[in-house]
């Protein structure tokens, strides 16, 4: 078996990972997960949002679209912006300093003229990603606090930062096993055979290393 064949157990992963890791800045650990699905097929797309137990190490910037109680509620968990029509204007010219957007249901009508400037970006609310929500007290936290949004590619792979280096390996056990869990979760009705076909895990200037699941618990 060579290098480029063998599967990893988490914990050769992640000395190796730590080895090879840049003195210079403090490098993510990312994942990748080959997904069993047809990309092609829009019913087939994968999607969701994940809370990490220990966060991925990034600090997140969000900005929520809401009034009233809805941004009293974004404004005490923590929002970095709020607003509605003001900050609709800030987005169509080009200022986007964050990186998650929630919305409320009903301020959509502001919210969806946007979709051709935050789609690209991977920014435009959406409710299987749980970011179109009346819970914006709750939803926000979650942001704040490292929650993650997923999406499959269009060759039907899901990338994700689950951490960085410093994590213990119990800290990226843990965050590595919520992540898999909440993507076989989403697994599509129409999806057949094996789903999640394939785990690699790198850091931001590494090689990947394929993952044996069978050890995990997902």
Not at 21 to 41: C, P, V, Y
Not at 160 to 168: D, L
Not at 169 to 192: G, M, R, T, W, Y
Not at 196 to 216: N, P, R
């Amino acid at each position: 078996m060579t290098e480029e064949t063998k599967k990893y157990t988490l914990s050769e992963a992640f000395v190796a990972l730590n080895e090879k890791t840049s003195k210079n800045f403090k490098e993510s650990l990312d994942i990748s997960i080959n997904l069993g699905i047809d990309a092609s097929k829009s019913d087939q797309n994968v999607r969701g949002a994940s809370n990490l137990p220990h966060g991925n190490g990034k600090s997140f910037k969000v900005a929520v679209f809401a009034e009233g109680d809805e941004a009293a509620q974004a404004k005490e968990a923590g929002a970095d912006k709020i607003g509605m029509e003001e900050l609709a204007d800030e987005i169509k010219s080009g200022s986007m300093d964050f990186d998650v957007v929630i919305a409320t249901p009903d301020t959509m009508k502001i919210v969806s003229p946007l979709g051709q400037i935050l789609g690209p970006k991977g920014l435009m609310p959406n409710p299987k990603s749980e970011t179109v929500t009346k819970d914006i007290l709750n939803t926000v936290k979650n942001a704040k606090s490292g929650q993650i949004r997923y999406k499959s590619d269009k060759q039907g792979i899901i990338h994700a930062r689950i951490g960085q280096i410093g994590y213990t390996e119990e800290q990226l056990k843990d965050n590595l096993e919520a992540f898999l869990s909440d993507v076989k979760k989403a697994k599509p009705p129409s999806a057949k055979g094996i789903y999640i076909s394939k785990v690699t895990l790198s850091s931001t200037m590494g090689k990947g290393f394929e993952i044996d699941t069978a050890q995990l618990n997902f």
